[in-house]
């Protein structure tokens, strides 16, 4: 389905074609001033000098071929050369009822169908998740969502941290701890245990008590990294101690990612690309992109154009050790091998910026992609408490991501039991669901980049730019439909009709942009786009609710359009808040 505005342009365009001048004059805008009009078109202005003509004279000669126009109620020519633009109900009536008829709304299949990667989470293995790790699972999942309400194929791998120094580390303390595990045992040729000789308690306990030794003794840190080397040259027991902590870390990752309605459809981590490095750098020293220098292998990344110094992209240690953006090249490697994706994006901190920019040049530069594969960053802010300084626990302390979940879903829970009757667990259920709004909602509404503040009490209100009004929103709209239904009205049986006052023609034309701000928001790899337009949207139908009365509406036919209009707007706020990532209850 074509987009608002361009059906509203070609009508414009054809104008001033019919008047005799270029078509190009007639792109119209949405206006900048709503009090005098709705949409705007500055072409005459334009064209004055070409045509060597007063602005408002060839206004007037288009706004003579639009007298009987089938989009445009009013047009109006104001000096200078203005058009003021206003839209007919028939025209609005018609364009929605293109959307309802169409499954996503108006928003077209791609002409080309593109296999996209979203690498978001990238949790660490075996260290807890944290408030730092909210941003990169609630952004990516909505990305992914976009893209794939876009009509893509696409797929989210978690790109788990699986494979360096810390592990080496656990495997060190664990082996302080309990020597005689048979893991450790080299000459041990049987099967080792199916049990893990840890809990997921146990595993966040070790990570850090082995951090802080290695850092203090340096003996202790050479016993990690010789673990380290061992494991990653492939010694059973380490391996087998390796398999365990990945299947119970893993196992508590999937639980914390589900509260958080986010989910991979690929878990590889650092850890998969392993045996291909070898493979990669031959390649890249065989082509000649990677050179020693002072050591370490590295390829250079600065470009001619660069007003910053950007430092060449380090493939392998002095010691032959892989870093970091070796196993993410590699990834990058196999992802073209497997999937040919057109398109990855990845989702971290913005402190990763220069990373990611050398390792999108290297991969450009040594061919690991292929020209046109679009590489994109998205590198996010930071959540900071009230104080401006990262989020902390009232204590101080680093705040977990199953803490702030769940001191949100309490407060959430208190405002829903406090003064009414209400289920037990209804309340519970619906309290989180609500939780989990204010929460996304309250980092997806800020630009990815930007850091933003977690305010607990402005998250959870239920006014303002929030989850919880979104959602309210929302139940209102079910529940009158609800209401229409008990009072024995059949919502498959109403119909559309024209618009007949000014807060029903917002809401209308809020609706309409739909597919242009998807189409946007999918562009821009920005779920904030999302978020300003169901607000504009909830607010819009909100006016229209407290002007209009619905239910008791005595002409049927225009009841029967105003139920078929919040069926409408129900579907498109549900279907927003679904890439959004959170869901609406029945009621609250
Ligand atoms: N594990 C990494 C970290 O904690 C994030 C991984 C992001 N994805 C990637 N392909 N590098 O910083």
């Keep these: 389905m074509k987009k608002i505005l361009e059906l509203i342009s070609e009508e414009m365009q054809k104008a001033f074609e ?12 949405v206006s900048n001033r709503p009090d005098l009009c709705e949409y705007q078109c500055n072409g005459a202005m334009a064209g004055a000098k070409q045509y060597k003509k007063a602005p408002i004279m060839i206004a007037n000669e288009v706004v003579e071929k639009l007298a009987d126009s089938d989009v445009f109620e009013s047009v109006e020519a104001v000096m200078p050369g203005f058009l003021n633009l206003k839209v007919k109900p028939t025209f609005l009536k018609s364009f929605l009822q293109g959307m309802r008829e169409d499954a996503k709304f108006g928003v077209e299949e791609p002409e080309h169908k593109k296999t996209i990667i979203v690498d978001y989470g990238g949790p660490n293995v075996a260290k807890p998740l944290h408030v730092g790790h909210l941003r990169s699972a609630v952004i990516g999942e909505s990305v992914k969502r976009i893209c794939r309400f876009m009509g893509h194929n696409v797929i989210g791998d978690i790109h788990l941290g699986d494979w360096g120094l810390q592990m080496g580390l656990i495997i060190t303390e664990l082996k302080e701890r309990q020597p005689d595990l048979v893991y450790f045992d080299e000459n041990y040729t049987g099967e080792y245990p199916t049990e893990a000789p840890f809990t997921i308690g146990e595993l966040e306990e070790i990570y850090p008590t082995a951090s802080g030794k290695s850092k203090e003794d340096p003996v202790y840190k050479e016993k990690a990294m010789e673990a380290t080397f ?60 990677a050179y020693i220098s002072e050591g370490a292998l590295v390829v250079d990344v600065k470009e001619e154009t660069d007003t910053k110094e950007i430092p060449p992209c380090m493939i392998l240690k002095s010691d032959g050790a892989s870093l970091y953006n070796t196993t993410d090249l590699a990834t990058i490697m196999e992802r073209m091998n497997i999937y040919a994706p057109e398109k990855m994006i ?71 039991i406090s003064g009414r009757e209400i289920a037990q667990e209804e309340a519970k259920q619906t309290a989180d669901m609500i939780g989990l709004a204010a929460i996304k909602y309250g980092d997806l509404s800020n630009q990815a980049s930007k850091d933003y503040i977690f305010d607990v009490d402005k998250f959870t209100s239920f006014e303002g730019d929030t989850g919880p009004y979104i959602l309210y929103t929302i139940v209102r709209i079910k529940s009158i439909l609800n209401k229409f239904k008990d009072q024995g009205g059949d919502l498959n049986s109403v119909s559309l009709q024209e618009v007949t006052n000014a807060s029903e023609k917002a ?57 078929a209009l919040l069926v409408l707007c129900r579907d498109i706020l549900e279907a927003c808040i679904d890439v959004l990532g959170f869901n609406a209850p029945e009621r609250m």
């Design 346 to 416: 990845y989702l971290t901190d913005k402190r990763q910026d220069l990373y990611f920019e050398q390792v999108f040049r290297c991969a450009r530069k040594t061919k690991l992609v292929k020209p046109e594969t679009e590489l994109v960053h998205i590198g996010f802010g930071t959540v900071n408490g009230k104080d401006g300084k990262p989020f902390k626990t009232r204590e101080g302390g680093v705040m977990r991501l199953e803490r702030l979940i769940s001191e949100i879903n309490d407060e959430m829970y208190q405002k829903m």
């Design 507 to 563: 809401l209308v034309m809020e609706m309409a942009k739909f597919n242009t701000m998807m189409e946007n928001a999918f562009e821009e790899v920005a779920p904030h786009k999302v978020c300003a337009y169901i607000y504009d949207l909830a607010n819009a139908f909100n006016k229209f609710y407290h002007e209009t009365r619905i239910l008791a509406e005595e002409d049927e036919t225009k009841k029967s359009g105003y139920i």
């Design 230 to 289: 061992k494991l990653q040259s492939g010694v059973r027991g380490y391996r087998a101690i390796w398999d365990h902590i990945i299947a119970v870390s893993v196992t508590d990752l999937k639980k914390n990612y589900a509260n958080l309605n986010v989910d991979f459809d690929l878990w590889k981590g650092e850890s998969d690309v392993h045996d291909i490095i070898p493979e990669m750098v031959d390649y890249m020293k065989k082509e000649g992109y």
């Design 18 to 29: 019919e008047a005799g001048y270029s078509k190009e004059l007639g792109k119209v805008t």
